[in-house]
């Protein structure tokens, strides 16, 4: 099995989380804490879209900028 069918069939496992600030509303970015090394994020309106993966350095710092 290759790496990608692996990260898919995580991903399709994984527990979403979207943001606290979100308020439920649907509208926002949800990310999966599941795979180590990678922050998987997707469109949390089209959960079956294609889904971004970051490195953590990279998240944290986009986190932190949006802060």
Not at 38 to 65: I, N, T
Request: overall charge positive; proline content about 7%; charged content about 20%.
């Amino acid at each position: 099995m290759s790496r990608d069918h692996r990260i898919s069939a995580v991903l399709g496992e994984s527990a979403w989380r979207a943001s606290s600030y979100s308020g439920g509303q649907g509208n926002c970015l949800e990310v999966a804490d599941s795979i180590p090394g990678v922050v998987p994020v997707r469109d949390s309106k089209r959960p079956a879209s294609p889904v971004l993966a970051f490195g953590p350095a990279a998240w944290s710092a986009f986190v932190d900028h949006l802060r």
